[in-house]
């Protein structure tokens, strides 16, 4: 579920973007982005949880650990995208 809630939050990005060097109001669509992100972060982070509730330690250390940078890249990725569009002036 993660991993839809990010490609969705590329999309929205992208759109954000798009949106934005064409002239246009893009509030919208940084607004939708930035959800996204957060319920990618929540779904990742839940998935994690699981593992640890059903005591699951293997899994837990082989998701963990390779999914963390990939997540961080990917939500800085987020913010600074979104961010350029909300603080470069065009």
Do not use: H, Q
Request: net charge positive; proline share 1%; aromatic share 12%.
């Amino acid at each position: 579920m993660g991993i839809i809630f990010g490609l969705i939050a590329i999309f929205f990005a992208t759109k954000n973007v798009l949106t934005w060097s064409r002239g246009l109001d893009s509030s919208k669509d940084c607004f939708l982005s930035m959800a996204f992100t957060c319920l990618a972060i929540f779904s990742f982070y839940n998935m994690g949880a699981n593992f640890l509730i059903k005591e699951d330690i293997a899994g837990a250390l082989d998701v963990i650990p390779t999914i963390r940078g990939t997540l961080l890249a990917c939500t800085l990725g987020s913010i600074l995208i979104n961010g350029v569009t909300i603080f470069k002036r065009k």
